[in-house]
């Protein structure tokens, strides 16, 4: 596979894709942050991370490098990559190809999902396969839960993958977005009660003063990962918009995120995955889905369509929250749905990819997900369904676990079927073939249920875990990338 993994749409990439030609693109004209109102500066525990992602002028200001180290960014569920590591991947890499032997294929550890290179992935990828298998209720095999917990830092953190686990974790390696996939997968999986403890301590512990999320320590606020770790949080029964540090919820970050009604109506509700250097915001799709799955208090595996929709009911999108003075996260949620279901309309079906070259099947998948996750079940169906019309689809799965695992998660969310997609695909024996195979979970009767449910409820388990948080990503990872405009905090 070579050193390095290359930018593909199964490898981690921005949210926003530093223009590429030579010459710098005009500026657009700015917007300003969160709800029309210029941000206030950006409170985190560290200085701006070199590795936050290039804005559309960038390509003119950045080295090859970081511009490289742009397109491996971790912001969608494709999974999560190490920026700094990718960066010095770029450095490093040979010009022209080596004419040495070719170098050995890495030995993959047990337990892992999926045959290629888990240097930036291997945590998320592993959490998608075990959420998505929860889903359909199967119980993932030990040696799959097994390489999980194995990948924790003593701490509580998670990196991207820990290719000697008896060597310490180094702290600046550790990410937000692969401790809360983990936190999610193994609260659904049951019996790893201790090891979802540390984590949701660490994610605390780290959290930025305007109360979201970088994607390492002390790194600047954005809303993939801030959407990511709401889903954590949700998955144990915490209550995210009471989790706060300086004041600020995660809310309130992701409010000062999101396109208010000074911008244009296109854009009105969109979600940004950081502001520009001058605190100007610019739509993000796959950071808009992450954001609107953390407002209606979900994670990645919210489960089927609720507020009455698995009754029957379909509740019509509603974009009245982007003008509203003070929004609740719900409706912040509602207005990034609204703008979800625009742009899919004008795509057909599917949003398109960052650079602007063709579709982007994850952030599609991940719209489905967050839109079902409010109750809008024919909205979600509108991308779900080109997911299986497009010719693009599977194989854009092929041998990327994570991609398999997101669309049974989409599958689950509208109500679909992921044994059928597209008529004849099993989604779920194509996840399991790539990895420790499950065993299908038998329902327990009389006292073996009441011990079960009660064992569910220590770990943090049982249908809580579907009702993850009221996110509204993602979580939102698509790719998938500030400042404080107050709103109703969740009560």
Known sequence: MGTRPAPTPDRPRPSRYAELSPAPPARPQARTGGRGRLCRPHLTKGPRSAMAPIGRTGAARAPPAALAATLLLPLTLAGPATAAAAAAAVQTAPQTAPQTAPVQKKKLPEGLYGTADPEFDGVWRQSLALL?????????????????????????????????????????????????????????????????????????????????WGFNPGGPTDANSTAVVVGGLAAVGERPGKTTAGGGSPYDALAALQLGCDAKKAEQGAYAYQPEDDGALFPNDYATAAAVLAGTGHGLAPGPAEKGAAAGEDTPVDDAGACAEDPSPAQASEAGAAYLARKLAAGDGHLPALTGD????????????????????????????????????????????????????????????????????????????????????????????????????????????????????????????????????NA
């Open 132 to 212: 998505a298998q929860r889903t359909q209720h199967l119980r993932p095999a030990p040696a799959a839960v097994g390489f999980l917990t194995g990948q924790q830092c003593a701490d509580g953190g998670f990196a991207a993958y820990r290719a000697d686990v008896a060597k310490p974790c180094d702290p600046a390696t550790e990410d937000t977005n692969a401790t809360a996939a983990a936190v999610q997968a193994l609260s659904a999986a049951g019996g790893e009660r201790a090891a979802v403890g540390k984590a949701v301590t660490w994610l605390k512990k780290i959290q930025n003063d305007d109360g979201g």
């Open 358 to 489: 063709g579709p982007d099947h994850n952030a599609t998948a991940v719209a489905a997900i967050a839109l079902a996750a409010g109750g809008h079940r024919s909205a979600a169906r509108e991308p779900y369904g080109w997911l299986e019309r497009d010719k693009g689809t599977l194989p854009w799965t092929k041998d990327n676990p994570a991609a398999l695992a997101t669309l049974v998660l989409a599958a689950d969310a509208v109500g679909a079927d992921p044994g059928a997609f597209a008529g004849d695909t099993d989604l779920v024996a194509r996840l399991n073939a790539t990895g420790p195979r499950p065993t299908a979970e038998k329902p327990a009767t009389g006292a073996a249920a009441a011990d079960e449910e009660s064992s569910d409820d220590d770990d943090g388990t049982g249908t809580a875990v579907w009702a993850l948080l009221g996110v509204g990503l993602a979580a939102g990872a698509g790719i998938g990338l500030l400042a404080s405009a107050r709103r109703k905090r």
